[in-house]
């Protein structure tokens, strides 16, 4: 599956951005999906994932309490509302999808998006 990251931007801190992705297939609604960061010399880091149906979610503690994310497999689209910003969140974010929810959450997937950049000032 071909995703699609759109939506980063420059932001103060404790402001709010949302991201997309969009998937290419229509059997995006059997996927797991989820959200990764990196920072330039740092390993990529799980941020949250979603199972296939919405039904459970999965976040990593940083940002736990201020992050969501959703979907909606009518449209092919996973949404990470991010809000309460802290310059610690600067990063490139990318989308994952996997049919497995357990490696999305390791990051041990075959779909990656181009990833976008969302730079949070202090």
């Known amino acids: 599956v071909q995703l699609q990251a759109s939506g980063g931007g420059l932001v103060q801190a404790g402001g709010s951005l949302r991201l997309s992705c969009e998937a290419s297939r229509d059997t995006f609604s059997s996927y797991a999906m989820g959200w990764f960061r990196q920072v330039p010399g740092k390993e990529r880091e799980f941020v949250a994932a979603?199972?296939?149906?919405?039904?459970?979610?999965y976040y990593a503690d940083s940002v736990k309490g201020r992050f969501t994310i959703s979907r909606d497999n009518a449209k092919n689209a996973v949404v990470l509302q991010m809000s309460n910003l802290k310059p610690e969140d600067t990063a490139v974010y990318y989308c994952?999808?996997?049919?497995?929810?357990?490696?999305?959450?390791?990051?041990?997937?075959?779909?990656w998006g181009q990833g976008t950049l969302v730079t949070v000032s202090s």
């Open positions: 994952a999808a996997d049919r497995l929810v357990p490696r999305v959450i390791t990051g041990d997937v075959n779909s």
């Open positions: 979603i199972y296939w149906n919405g039904g459970d979610t």
